[in-house]
Structure formats: C-alpha cells, structure tokens
C-alpha cells in the first residue's frame, strides 16, 4: 500500500478545484502533526484537564487548545482560508485575503477519552465564503452548502475520511512519509444494520420515539424487529461514526426529556459534528436526521448550535424518523 497514491494526487484526478485541494491538504497536514501531539500525549505531559473552560461551559483538555492552536495557525498562515470557526473559540476569526473558503471545526473531538487511550478525532467542514471580511452570520450556511467535509480519527491507524461532493475516500497516514495515502476508494455505509449507539445512561430521560426504538432492538429475534442488534458506545463521535460508515449501524445523540427542561435542543453541534458527519453519512448513501428532519437541510441561527442526532443506515434513520412522525 506504500505506493498507493497521495491526497493531493487523489484531488487532482477528482478534479476539486487547485485551491480548495490546497486547503484540504493544509487541514490535512495540521492534522498529521494533531496525530503526533496526541501519541506523544503522556511523554509531553500534555494528558489531562486545564483549569479552564470553553464557550460551551465544557472543560478544556490540554491537547483541545494544542489541537485547536494547530489548526488556527495552519490555516492562518496558508492564506487558504478567509475565516475559521472552531467549537473552542467563541467567534469566528476573519482572515482578509485568503481563498474564498470558510473553515469550521471540532479541533478535538471526544477528548474525554484522551487521557484513557481511546481514539479521538478532528472534524472539519469547509463552505464557500461570501464575502471579503466574513463574520459569525455568514458562517451559518445550512450544511447542504458545505464544498468538503471530513474527519480524521486518531485510532490505531489515523485515518482521513473526506468528501469534496462526490462519495467519500479514505486515507491512512503514513508516518514514514507522513502523508495520508488512499485506502478506501469509494465507503459506503450498509443499509440496513444490526447495531446501534447510543449512551444508556440517559435512558430514563429519552422521548418515547428513541425509548421504544431501544427497546425494539433490544427484543431482539423475537421482538417486532425480528433480528438481533448490539450496541456500541465509544463516546467519540468521530469513532462511533466512523465504525457505522465502515460496517453500518445508527448513531443517536437524541434530545431528551431532561435536555428540553434545560432549553438545549442536543448535545452535539451542528456546525462542527453534526453537518460535517451528515454530509459524510449522504455521501456514503447513508442519512443523517435529527429524527424530525434532515440535518443538511437545517438554516443555523447559532455558530454553537446545538442539534438531535441520528445518523448512519438509511433504512434505520428512516424507521427512527417514522416513529417521530407517530408522535
Ligand atoms: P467533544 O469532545 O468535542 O466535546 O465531543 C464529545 C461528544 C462526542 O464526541 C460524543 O459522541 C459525545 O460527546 C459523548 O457524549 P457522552 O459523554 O454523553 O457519552
Ligand atoms: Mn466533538
Ligand atoms: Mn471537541
């Protein structure tokens, strides 16, 4: 596989325009160095908590700041980019001059599981820019209009998941050249699937649409679904997704009863989780609801928005979406 061929070289041959090829290479490479900072996590001392928060309210890990400073400054200097967003800034940053492509991106994702040795990733989202000096507003493009989306998950291998529009290739660093060469031409996410994920510890809040869902599947050959199921729960969004786009399956972060009294409408961020993963869900012939409509489909009002997800098999976000239509 050490011949197989480069990013770049892949754009090329799918004709994506030279200077958002250039952009993808650039995320890629911050990525590449994101993946070393994360393997040498507990030789650099850069495990563990900082005594400080982001604009969610959420606690920082040193390697989301480490991350996010990579991808920033990356991207800054590239002048590939004219404005970026991340999960771990409050607002967006302009950057005057550069290509006319937007940058949005979860630095970190799943960094809870960082000091525990368990993958994580970075998701990115790529959209056209407006206008010369760009500010929050005109981030918030509904993910249909996303140029390229993708994610790289820091695991055994680290892997690039990417689409520019038209299906979805993966890519697997090589750390003797350090590029990320193609591994997988063409992912496609089964249709139909026999696992789903999703955090059973909230499970006495969820709404009756996801409770009884559970529940079918847990009844197994015997229950109205007539097959058995198994559940995984990595707590990565980029590594649950990435084992329901390599095998199928149906992930769900769904609202729920306690997340309606606090006014949240989800937990995962539609700009910088839910859009980017959604896209890379279609493009792979799955789907991606929040269980009432299409999540590409959703006009932001909010750069930190936050949104139900239920993404993977289409035949199972079509059965999860039918019995929200039930009520
Ligand atoms: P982040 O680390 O970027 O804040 O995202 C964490 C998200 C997502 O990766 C994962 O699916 C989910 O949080 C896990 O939530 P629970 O802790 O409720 O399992
Ligand atoms: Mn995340
Ligand atoms: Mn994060």
């Not at 770049?8 to 004709?15: E, F, P, Q, R, Y």
């Not at 892997?159 to 193609?182: I, P, Y």
Request: glycine letters at 12%.
């Amino acid at each position: 596989m050490s011949d197989s061929p480069e990013l770049s070289s892949v754009l090329a041959g799918d004709a994506v325009p030279g200077d958002l090829a250039q952009l993808i290479c650039c995320l890629a490479e911050a990525c590449a160095g994101i993946a070393n900072a994360v393997e040498r996590g507990s030789l650099s001392g850069t495990l563990g908590a900082l005594e400080q928060s982001n604009v969610q309210g959420e606690t920082q890990k040193q390697l989301d700041v480490i991350s996010n400073d990579m991808l920033i400054d990356a991207l800054r200097s590239s002048g590939l980019a004219r404005g970026i967003a991340s999960e771990e800034e409050e607002h967006s940053v302009a950057i005057p001059g550069g290509a006319p492509y937007l940058v949005l991106f979860d630095p970190l994702d799943g960094s809870s599981n960082i000091d525990v040795n368990v993958t994580v990733g970075t998701i990115f989202s790529i959209l056209p820019a407006p206008g010369d000096t760009p500010t929050d507003s005109d981030f918030l493009q509904p993910g249909d209009q996303q140029l390229a989306a993708g994610y790289v998950a820091y695991g055994p291998s680290t892997l690039l998941v990417l689409s520019t529009g038209d299906g979805v290739r993966q890519f697997t660093l090589d750390r003797a050249g350090g590029v990320f060469r193609l591994s997988h031409l063409a992912m496609e996410v089964p249709k139909q699937t026999g696992e789903f994920a999703i955090n059973a510890a909230r499970q006495r809040h969820w709404l009756t649409p996801i409770a009884e869902y559970v529940a079918d599947c847990q009844a197994g050959e015997n229950g109205p679904r007539g097959r058995d199921f198994n559940m995984r729960w990595i707590a990565s969004m980029v590594a649950d997704v990435h084992r329901v786009m390599t095998r199928g399956g149906v992930f769900l972060y769904p609202d729920d009863h306690a997340m309606q009294a606090e006014g949240k409408a989800g937990k995962l961020r539609l700009m910088y989780e839910a859009n980017p993963m959604g896209f890379l869900a279609e493009q792979a012939g799955g789907a991606a609801s929040t269980g009432r409509e299409r999540i590409l489909a959703i006009q932001p009002d909010g750069l930190h928005q936050r949104v139900p997800v239920v993404m993977g098999s289409a035949e199972e976000v079509a059965e999860i979406e039918s019995r929200f239509a039930r009520g």
